[in-house]
């Protein structure tokens, strides 16, 4: 199985360490012998027909490299790479840009066309053309999978598609975005007011210099399109989010919740009428009122009634479970 | 269970405390007490409206009887029967906001209650917070009390914190 990976960030490097500790667990539970024939980043294209070798992959990820970093790499675009490079599964894992999912957006595509099975952790693509580009799968004949680009480690997707597929999903309720449940959570337990809790989180590398997609609920918004569309079957678009952020938090609120056993979260909600992302009073015990920066969706159905899973929502090697997940499945579909 | 309680009192002092010195004693729970002055009775007696919560009928017929024998007139008995309690979060100037219009306006919409009002201050500036606790005796009045009172937070600018899984 020969893999191109596009995006060679946190989330690029975590994969192909987790497919290096990976190799042997892969041949003897599935029988899967992946090979990394190329990875590419804005710096250029590191590729090998026969697969990259599998230490210097990893002592490349791990030093944080750049691509130009390995030797004998070319000068040439991530399309130029999807186009030239032979391999069955494209990875797509650049930065998202959920105004026009580029780079993200065209690579999918140009991958599809290519007959590559695409899996992506990328947010964008999927929030800007997630129809189109179903289609275009199906179209093409390849496979589709993007478990990596809600909930992190979570198999958000999967639970609901496969394991549910059973019932219908009234409404999806979900906390995720760490970022923001860290501060909520941290403002909790301190009575410490936003700006300083925010600028704790910065210092940790939890949040952003620019914190905006993760305060203003950008990206929780961006999370719950996708799964609207996946799981509910619907059509929505970016815009149709209604959004609010959590920067009006105050300590005072918080604490007004706990005195009747709530505590205040960041929820996204999507049933098959609204889609929504704002601060919600969550009572404590309640499925999604997890700590730290841990995500948690709750699903509410007609059969089982409701179904919650916990886990961590970032971090490469988290979301390189889910990644690996999804090649495992290609994998088995297409065998 | 929840019970509305009318009654009319002598315009002197110390009556309202002999009124509800029963509800106390019996382990009831006063919500909320409507004192209106301005709609005195022909005889001059004030209207006074109760809403306490008490464990059951024995007792409530035992608060009746109190009442009775302090020669309390009470005009009206009825037990509300709430179902659907909400808890909603308010962000923003709330002082400036009229809170005393929030709270008419809420209990004027049919089966609904506020049961309690809990507000904390911000510092000079800062926003302040508020709490509500709304009962309603349906799941469609108390849609009805989440729609009006976004709308009123729209308008004065104020951040609406509702419950996950708030009434269908």
Sequence with gaps: ?335 | MLVKLVMELEDIPGQLLRALEPIARYGGNIQSIIHQREHKTPLGRVPVTLIFEIEDQSRLKRVLNALKSRNVLVTQVGEEVYTVKQTVILLGHIVHADIRTLVDRINSITGTRVMDLSLAMGGPRKESAARLTILSDSDRHARKAISWLSEFCKQKDLLLITSVGGPP
Aim: hydrophobic share 40%.
């Design chain 1, 1 to 335: 199985m020969r893999l191109l990976i596009i995006g060679f960030g946190n989330l690029g490097r975590g994969l192909v360490e987790s497919l290096a500790e990976k190799k042997s667990f892969l041949y003897r539970r599935f029988g899967l012998k992946p090979r990394v024939v190329g990875v590419v980043d804005d710096s250029g294209a590191a590729t090998n027909n026969k697969g990259l070798d599998w230490r210097l992959l990893v002592k490349k990820a791990y030093q944080k490299a750049k691509v130009s970093a390995f030797p004998n790499y070319k000068r040439i675009s991530a399309v130029e790479a999807i186009e030239s490079v032979e391999c069955e599964i494209v990875f797509e894992l650049t930065p998202t840009n959920i105004q026009t999912g580029e780079p993200g957006l065209t690579h999918i595509k140009k991958a599809m066309k290519a007959g590559r099975h695409v899996i992506t952790s990328n947010k964008g693509p999927l929030v800007v053309a997630f129809r189109e580009l179903e289609h275009l799968a199906k179209k093409q004949g390849v496979e589709f999978r993007y478990s990596a680009s809600v909930g992190g480690a979570i198999p958000v997707i999967e639970l609901a598609r496969k394991l549910l597929a059973g019932n219908e999903v009234l409404e999806i309720q979900g906390v995720l975005n760490g970022t923001t449940n860290y501060i909520l959570s941290r403002m909790a337990e301190e009575g410490a007011p936003f700006d300083q809790v925010l600028r704790e989180a910065q210092e940790l590398g939890i949040a952003e210099k620019d914190p905006t997609l993760d305060i203003e609920g950008i990206d929780t918004a961006a999370k719950l399109v996708i799964l609207s569309n996946a799981i509910l079957g619907r059509d929505v678009k970016f815009k149709d989010v209604r959004r609010t952020g959590i920067a009006r938090i105050t300590p005072q609120a918080i604490k007004l919740a706990k005195e009747t056993g709530n505590t205040i979260k960041l929820v996204g909600v999507a049933t098959r009428q609204t889609v929504e992302v704002s601060p919600k009073l969550v009572p404590l015990g309640h499925p999604l009122a997890v700590g730290g920066t841990l995500n948690a969706v709750n699903f509410k159905l007609d059969l089982a009634r409701e179904i919650s899973i916990t886990g961590f929502g970032a971090g490469p090697r988290e979301t390189s479970s889910s990644l690996l997940g999804d090649l495992i499945d290609v994998c088995r579909t297409i065998a």
